[in-house]
Nanobody, 116 residues
Framework: QVQLVESGGGLVQPGGSLRLSCAAS????????ITWYRQAPGKERELVVT????????NLADSVKGRFTFSRDNAKNTVYLQMNTLKREDTAVYYC?????????WGKGTLVTVSS
């Protein structure tokens, strides 16, 4: 059974940092790209970055380029999203996702609130 569990969200002031984690299980993690999405209140879901299976080049959304970075640890079946210089508009529920066996699978998300 595919499981994706996000963690690391919380309340942070503008300009602060958070690191999100997504722990995966139930599939052979090493051969799948993992994608981070986010959904802000009242807005459509936005793709943040797809992390390739080797953790190499991924294309961050323009809205987060220069502030967010990503990584993965295949030994731990985990991907990370390091978020720096956070802005109020980064407030959203952040989800990780994998396209597995013909379906996109989702975690339950972790809430990031950027507010003073």
């Amino acid at each position: 059974q595919v499981q994706l569990v996000e963690s690391g969200g919380g309340l942070v002031q503008p300009g602060g940092s958070l690191r999100l984690s997504c722990a995966a299980s139930g599939f052979f993690f090493n051969v799948y790209d993992i994608t981070w999405y986010r959904q802000a209140p009242g807005k459509e879901r936005e793709l943040v970055v797809t992390i390739p299976m080797d953790g190499g080049r991924g294309n961050l959304a323009d809205s987060v380029k220069g502030r967010f970075t990503f990584s993965r640890d295949n030994a731990k079946n985990t991907v990370y999203l390091q978020m720096n210089t956070l802005k109020r508009e980064d407030t959203a529920v952040y989800y990780c996702s994998v396209y597995y066996n013909g379906m996109r699978r989702w975690g339950k998300g972790t809430l990031v609130t950027v507010s003073s």
